[in-house]
DNA sequence: GTCTATAATATGATAGAC
DNA sequence: GTCTATCATATTATAGAC
């Protein structure tokens, strides 16, 4: 299997560098600390990584996979609020999943210095979710269950709450302080947009 | 006059800091690189700032002061979509400030990072604003004008769209993308909120 | 594949002359 | 208030023994 391929040491050193990368970010985060944490010396760290960045793009290779797939788009969206539904449970469970919460808070601390980073959260994370809502928005419309307007920007306008309410969680996350509150904002969420589109 | 204390060098210290930080960040900055983006020498700088937090705290110091006051909200409110219509123009102008743009680059790039950062963003930024919408909301429900909900429910709804708009215009204006397209969601936003929460 | 040793550089900060 | 000089430390990375 091909998982077998990568060695002990270099997952070691994968998820060292991804708790230290999500704390302290890429800057923060020396790669003394990241063998340290291993139990190794720095220079046995590069028997298995070119150099620090090697590291951290093995670390973000999977930042921007995402459950939400463009598969059926066309007939899953005619069960309108339920295909919202789906959705928010997919985002929610994202957001309080640890290793997702990790890349989330490493793609936050880079997003402004990095600019691959930066053109993949905006293609990848935002427009791939920007155009699939769109679809679906456009076939609600079509099929007479929500009222006609600009697909695009309803998309805008239901996705940036998600987003909102994820980082306030990884927030109080970070803090440890209690995300129950947060936690049903999701779906009130999804209550609150349907009936304000809602034919 | 109290400008008049603060000398001319520490002003462009100030200033200096201010740019570098909104793009390299705090680690990112040096204060080598300060130093010689005011034309003077590192130890120079000791002369007008203890150390380099001193520095980064100075120019943070009005990075969430806030045009949004709760003077009036009682009899602001009243005037409902209107109220909702002000608060967001001035939302938008803060968005497009050169000024307010860099403070909030800053703020993003520690917001993951700085606790003491994180714990203002929360108490002052959302809080403040989540309150005074609330109370707003509160007053327009009272007077009949929109439908009878949780008023910190619909200011959260209400206010995640204009900080997602927000971020992205940052992210934009980083790699020099124009933000054209994105100017006219805050004022959809306003329409759209207010078609779905009128009685 | 890991270790010790070391290089080259960058960093925050201070001492003391002018 | 600025300069030169210097320090102590941290950083990324490499060389070579085992």
Same mark, same amino acid.
Request: hydrophobic residues 45%; aromatic residues 14%.
């Given at each position: 299997?091909? #998982?077998?391929? $990568?060695?002990?040491?270099?997952? &070691?050193?994968?998820?060292? &560098?991804?708790?230290?990368? &999500?704390?302290?970010?890429?800057? %923060?985060?020396? +790669?003394?600390? =990241?063998? #340290?944490?291993? %139990?190794?010396?720095? #220079?046995?760290?590069? /028997?298995?990584?070119? /150099?620090?960045?090697?590291?951290?793009?093995? +670390?973000?290779?999977?930042?921007?996979? !995402?459950?939400? #797939? *463009?598969?059926? =788009?066309?007939? @899953?969206?005619?069960?309108?609020?339920?295909?919202?539904?789906?959705?928010?449970?997919?985002?929610?469970? $994202?957001?309080?999943?640890? /290793? *997702?919460?990790?890349?989330?808070?490493?793609?936050?601390?880079?997003?402004?210095?990095?600019?691959?980073?930066?053109?993949?959260?905006?293609?990848?994370?935002?427009?791939?979710?920007?155009?699939?809502?769109?679809?679906?928005?456009? $076939?609600?419309?079509?099929? %007479?269950? =929500?009222?006609?307007?600009?697909?695009?920007?309803?998309? /805008?306008?239901?996705?940036?709450?998600?987003?909102?309410?994820?980082?306030?969680?990884?927030?109080?996350?970070?803090?440890?302080?209690?995300?129950?509150?947060?936690? !049903?904002?999701? @779906? *009130?969420? $999804?209550?609150?947009?349907?009936?304000?589109?809602?034919?």
């Amino acid at each position: 299997m091909a #998982s077998a391929r $990568v060695s002990k040491t270099k997952t &070691a050193i994968r998820n060292a &560098a991804l708790e230290l990368f &999500a704390v302290y970010g890429y800057k %923060g985060t020396s +790669v003394r600390k =990241i063998a #340290s944490k291993v %139990g190794i010396r720095e #220079s046995a760290l590069y /028997n298995h990584f070119k /150099n620090k960045e090697a590291i951290f793009l093995t +670390v973000c290779a999977d930042i921007f996979t !995402t459950p939400f #797939s *463009k598969k059926n =788009i066309q007939e @899953e969206a005619k069960k309108g609020k339920k295909f919202l539904a789906n959705f928010v449970v997919q985002y929610k469970l $994202v957001s309080f999943d640890a /290793n *997702k919460e990790k890349l989330f808070r490493i793609m936050m601390i880079e997003l402004l210095q990095d600019q691959t980073l930066r053109q993949n959260f905006l293609n990848e994370f935002h427009h791939h979710n920007i155009t699939l809502l769109s679809e679906a928005f456009f $076939v609600m419309m079509q099929s %007479g269950l =929500i009222r006609s307007s600009d697909p695009m920007f309803m998309a /805008n306008e239901f996705l940036a709450p998600l987003f909102y309410y994820r980082l306030q969680i990884t927030l109080f996350r970070i803090d440890a302080e209690p995300t129950t509150a947060l936690s !049903t904002l999701f @779906e *009130k969420h $999804v209550d609150f947009f349907w009936e304000s589109v809602i034919v």
